[in-house]
């Protein structure tokens, strides 16, 4: 199995609140990603890195930032957190994004976050 | 950009072949089709991708259409195991275009 690790794993917090998600990888694979995942939504793409401070927006990135200072953390933060982001949010990882073999994400456990 | 049509859900009896289809009549011909599965509770996991042939893992079969507009998952024996949402994307070579999962079929296994 990959080397995907994410912190908290459950996180109860309070409209307006600061959060951040720490996802960490022990592969050195260049991309990371972070996803949510509703309810008849599938997934979503919110963020993704390319390297080591290098980012760009996704699908459904309002209300949420992201950083890379090191190649092996991405950290997800939702400066204000709203109830319309309680979702599962899950970290992937892959070595490019070329469609070929070594374009497979392989995804972390999964962060569960509700705003109440 | 492409994207994909699949049952919302499909059941199987145990141990019995399943065809899980998926239709991209837009694909172009640089477009990779993968599947991944997400079991409960689980992350998404890569099953297996092609890009015109069939292909062959240890999880599963992958078939395509001579046409490259449809293709099916094939699980050659079905356990309970294999409950899960089942996930046909399609990945862009050069282009680097976002995993648009949609929401899969979710495969029932009847014991």
């Known amino acids: 199995d990959a080397g995907i690790t994410q912190s908290p794993r459950h996180k109860v917090t309070e409209t307006g609140t600061p959060v951040t998600l720490r996802c960490h990888q022990t592969?050195?694979?260049?991309?990371m990603y972070w996803y949510r995942q509703d309810p008849g939504h599938g997934l979503r793409l919110i963020h993704y890195s390319y390297g080591v401070k290098d980012t760009d927006k996704g699908e459904v990135s309002d209300g949420y930032s992201v950083s890379r200072s090191k190649t092996e953390d991405f950290l997800l933060t939702l400066e204000s957190a709203t109830s319309s982001q309680t979702s599962v949010y899950f970290c992937?990882?892959?070595?490019?994004?070329?469609?070929?073999?070594?374009?497979?994400?392989?995804f972390g456990p999964g962060t569960r976050l509700t705003v109440l | 950009d492409a994207k994909t049509t699949q049952p919302n859900s499909m059941e199987s009896n145990e141990e019995e072949p399943v065809h899980l289809p998926c239709n991209h009549s837009t694909i172009s011909g640089t477009d990779y089709i993968h599947w991944y599965r997400q079991l409960p509770s689980q992350g998404p996991e890569y099953v297996i991708h092609g890009l015109t042939s069939n292909v062959n893992n240890r999880m599963a079969s992958l078939a395509i259409a001579e046409d490259r507009k449809s293709s099916t998952l094939i699980l050659h024996r079905a356990t309970l195991r294999d409950a899960a949402v089942y996930y046909c994307?399609?990945?862009?070579?050069?282009?680097?275009?976002?995993?648009?999962f949609g929401t899969g079929t979710s495969l029932t296994v009847i014991p």
């Open positions: 994307i399609l990945r862009d070579v050069g282009t680097g275009n976002q995993f648009y």
């Open positions: 592969e050195n694979h260049r991309y």
């Open positions: 992937a990882i892959s070595e490019s994004r070329d469609g070929t073999s070594t374009d497979t994400q392989y």
